[in-house]
């Protein structure tokens, strides 16, 4: 099974960047990268989704290693809206394999 | 747009017994998928559904299983319930089959077996 690795939880200051890490040293050619955030008591949301190249969108940035080892989701400018669990994902065929996650704690 | 909705939202069953629990995808959606949330295991993919298909299966004994209406309406059915069961069930949708698609996720029904 496709696996990832994630910190358990991070800190960052409010408005400053934030840099989540995760490793997938197993992941295979056509595994595409998810990320998905959960806030208390919802379902997880998307955040972003790359196959080879970095993808900006108006929540996040990807930055995919050369070797797709490992994938670095970029918070421009951490909120407190963005306090959630960070779950990093490889999707192989149909079905997804999430991490453990990264429990993210934004200081005001 | 209505989002993904789950029914019930909070559920007790006792041991033995067995649920049913339903999902309705966002509206022109095809793809339903089912996860299971617990503490110990975190989230782990159960099955998904296309155009009243399975696609793919997750590593879970046959006590669980699903199906999809024309309506592309989904419901997951737990037969013979163990402690273990006691999770938050979580129910995505997309437009098309497909790991890479976005995949919008409604708020999940707790269930709780005593």
């Known amino acids: 099974d496709a696996k990832t690795t994630q910190p358990n939880s991070m800190e960052s200051n409010e408005e400053e960047p934030v840099h989540l890490p995760c490793n997938h040293s197993?992941?295979?050619?056509?595994?595409?990268i998810h990320w998905y955030r959960q806030l208390p008591s919802q379902g997880p949301e998307y955040v972003i989704h790359?196959?080879?190249s970095n993808v900006n969108n108006r929540m996040a940035s990807l930055a995919i290693a050369e070797d797709r080892k490992s994938s670095t989701l970029i918070l421009h400018r951490a909120t407190l809206r963005d306090a959630a669990v960070y779950y990093c994902?490889?999707?192989?065929?149909?079905?997804?394999?999430f991490g453990t996650g990264t429990s993210l704690t934004v200081i005001p | 747009k209505a989002g993904v909705t789950q029914t019930p939202r909070y559920l007790i069953k006792t041991r033995g017994q067995q649920v049913t629990l339903s999902c309705s995808p966002i509206?022109?959606?095809?793809?339903v998928s089912w996860y299971q949330q617990t503490p110990g295991q975190g989230l782990q993919f159960l099955f998904e559904?296309?155009?009243?298909?399975?696609?793919n299966k997750g590593n879970f004994p046959g006590r669980f299983s699903g199906r999809q209406f024309s309506n592309s309406r989904s419901e997951m059915n737990v037969s013979t319930l163990e402690l273990g069961d006691s999770a938050l069930y979580l129910c995505?949708?997309?437009?098309?089959?497909?790991?890479?698609?976005?995949?919008?996720f409604g708020p999940g029904t707790r269930l709780t077996v005593l």
């Open positions: 509206s022109g959606h095809r793809s």
């Open positions: 790359g196959l080879t």
């Open positions: 994902i490889l999707s192989t065929g149909n079905q997804f394999y």
């Open positions: 197993t992941i295979s050619g056509t595994d595409y």
């Open positions: 559904y296309f155009s009243e298909t399975q696609r």
């Open positions: 995505a949708s997309s437009f098309y089959e497909g790991s890479y698609n976005e995949q919008f």
